[in-house]
């Protein structure tokens, strides 16, 4: 990837090309558990995609959470919440307050709270994000968000709350579970009709 990079850049790429091997790069990095080296390049990354396209940009912004996750990762949790808090006004500017979107940077920035100690404000932003994501029925996140609002409320001693969580957690997964093996069951016929119309019709 840094061979590419430094190709691109040889040949005069322009920004959007340079930064989307950043990206790449950002991501190869941070899975390789790198995450202070990330750190630089998502940095860039954001700088470029705000050059080119301003910085309320979909993909600036992108970056710019990107950015966010790579600081968090690294171990500067107040640089990663000023980003965030950023990123979390631009995505409401462009969304809306109910969109996905940002219950993604809500999600995030509760994370990061957490690790800042601030509690209270992670259990509220974990609240936003699930009201969101129930209401969307995005039901992975839900369950997700279950788990780590029961792991802030156990660490403030909140143990009946925690237990709440977890319980809610699991019922939201199993209930899911069901919910898909339903649908294979019911689609299997439609399936095997599909298949032998296609084939042997």
């Given at each position: ?11 005069g ?8 091997v ?30 080119e ?23 500067d ?9 950023e ?28 690790d ?67 649908i ?18």
């Open positions: 990837i840094q061979k590419a990079l430094r190709q691109i850049e040889s040949m790429g322009d920004n959007v090309a340079i930064a989307d950043l990206n790449t790069l950002v991501r190869i990095l941070s899975k390789s558990g790198r995450h202070k080296e990330a750190v630089p390049h998502a940095r860039r990354a954001h700088q470029l995609f705000v050059s396209h301003g910085h309320d940009s979909s993909m600036a912004v992108s970056a710019q959470y990107n950015l966010a996750l790579a600081l968090a990762a690294a171990g949790p107040l640089e990663a919440e000023q980003v965030l808090r990123v979390l006004s631009l995505r409401v500017s462009m969304y809306g307050r109910e969109h996905t979107d940002v219950a993604q940077v809500q999600h995030a920035l509760a994370l990061v709270s957490r800042l100690g601030k509690h209270d404000n992670a259990c509220d932003l974990f609240k936003l994000s699930r009201s969101i994501w129930r209401h969307q029925a995005k039901w992975d996140m839900v369950a997700l968000s279950c788990r780590d609002s029961s792991r802030v409320m156990l660490a403030i001693g909140d143990v009946e709350e925690a237990i709440r969580l977890a319980e809610r957690e699991v019922e939201v997964r199993a209930t899911t579970v069901c919910l898909t093996i339903a294979m069951v019911f689609a299997f016929p439609y399936k095997c009709i599909y298949i032998f119309m296609r084939d042997f019709i």
